[in-house]
């Protein structure tokens, strides 16, 4: 599933590709992909919008329109939001909807294994409420980072997943930000030191911007906006790498499963 890297880059070359645009038409071939309030047609609310704003919260996409209303797309697994130019005849494999601009170009929403969403929200919802800390805004700073670990008895790999908390981190960005912090991704997270704590704070900013830097990770599905893969999967140190040697120390990488997800640690470095 695409993190913050990645639909950061998403929603990066959106705003470049279609910010100011009008949509002229909204053609939906799978219905169950798009969520519109009741009454509403997903596809004629849409007509006629002019996109203001590309933005991003969590692992969503956030695209404004001129009216204030708000397209948020989800591309979970497989969803990809691809910008086509106005002499492309084919719409992207597995798309289920496009927005047709009144310049000809298009955005195609394409998802082969169909679990991602395109919700259109009113001017007022508020539908990230119980979203957590962005790791890259001014908020999250390592005094805050720090209290937020007391009294967690969770594993810390399970912590940094929990989106309540922090936003937008998966399990990528997790494993190697452990790695690069040498903590354990089972350590209850109320154990670890203040000073392992402010290393793990700098290891998540560190290697989230690193990867934004790079266009996000792409050892799946993952590409940008331009249907490119990103380049950061060249630059992991635990992630994947079963059994290869630790970059840090040399003994063989690990694999287990903390939360029902598979996460990739080196026993020697990492305490």
């Known amino acids: 599933m695409p993190e913050l890297p990645e639909v950061e880059t998403i929603a990066r070359g959106l705003a470049n590709a279609v910010i100011g645009k009008t949509i002229a038409s909204v053609r939906v071939t799978l219905p169950r992909i798009v969520v519109a309030p009741p009454g509403v047609d ?10 203001v704003a590309v933005g991003r919260r969590a692992k969503y996409v956030v695209i404004t329109l001129g009216s204030g209303a708000r397209v948020v797309a989800h591309p979970r697994m497989t969803g990809r939001l691809i910008v086509q130019g106005p002499g492309k005849q084919d719409p992207y494999p597995h798309t289920h909807v496009v927005f047709t601009f009144t310049d000809g170009w298009r955005l195609c929403y394409a998802d082969a294994r169909t679990f991602g969403r395109l919700r259109l929200l009113p001017v007022d919802e508020v539908w990230d409420a119980h979203g957590g800390l962005e790791p890259l805004s001014e908020g999250f700073t ?19 997943l929990d989106q309540r908390r922090i936003s937008g981190i998966g399990n990528i960005y997790a ?7 040498g903590i354990s991704p089972n350590r209850p997270a109320h154990t670890i030191s203040k000073p392992a704590r402010r290393r793990l704070h700098q290891a998540i900013q560190g290697v989230l911007l690193r990867s934004i830097e790079a266009r996000g990770t792409s050892v ?4 940008d906006a331009d ?17 290869e040697p630790c970059l840090r120390c040399g003994k063989p990488i690990v694999r287990t499963v903390i939360g029902q997800r598979g996460t990739w640690w080196c026993r020697r470095c990492q305490k």
């Open 42 to 51: 997903f596809a004629k609310a849409l007509a006629g919008e002019q996109i």
């Open 142 to 160: 390592w005094e805050v980072f720090v209290s937020m670990l007391d009294e967690r008895r969770m594993a810390i790999k399970a912590f940094l």
């Open 175 to 181: 494993c190697e930000a452990l790695w690069e912090a």
């Open 220 to 223: 799946d599905d993952y590409v």
């Open 227 to 243: 249907g490119l893969k990103g380049g950061f999967q060249n630059q992991l140190s635990v992630y994947g790498r079963l059994d």
